[in-house]
């Protein structure tokens, strides 16, 4: 695959790991310049995701990514339906945001604590 980077350079090489924030780790790579006239080869590299312009993937992987998802509806599952179950996160179902609802109602707001001790 190639990764272009937001400074211009390219990386040219096999994806070994791609992680949720984009980080890229890439074997057998060949590094160009953003002027195009220097190339490194380079045993393996890292690219961090927030530097990263855009990605050219070739046409084989959404072809192999096109038959899993032909072979796993054939089995029944969707990608939806691997990791079924488990917490909905950390505070397991008090709400999204805020303190928890144990001061409603209390005169007490979110922040900065009873009206009484706040800069009049």
């Not at 890439?26 to 160009?32: H, S």
């Not at 928890?100 to 001790?117: E, I, M, V, Y």
Request: aromatic share 8%; charged share 30%; with cysteine.
């Amino acid at each position: 695959m190639l990764v272009e980077l937001k400074n211009g350079e390219t990386y040219n090489g096999h994806l070994v790991t791609c992680d949720s924030w984009m980080n890229i780790n890439l074997r057998e790579v060949i590094c160009t310049s953003k002027d195009g006239d220097r190339f490194w080869r380079l045993p393996e590299c890292y690219i961090r995701g927030s530097m990263i312009k855009y990605l050219r993937i070739p046409d084989e992987i959404f072809d192999m990514v096109k038959e899993d998802i032909v072979v796993n509806k054939a089995r029944g599952r969707t990608d939806n339906q691997k990791n079924r179950g488990g917490s909905r996160g950390a505070r397991q179902g008090f709400g999204g945001r805020g303190g928890g609802g144990n001061n409603r109602g209390t005169g007490q707001q979110q922040r900065g604590g009873p009206k009484s001790f706040r800069g009049k």
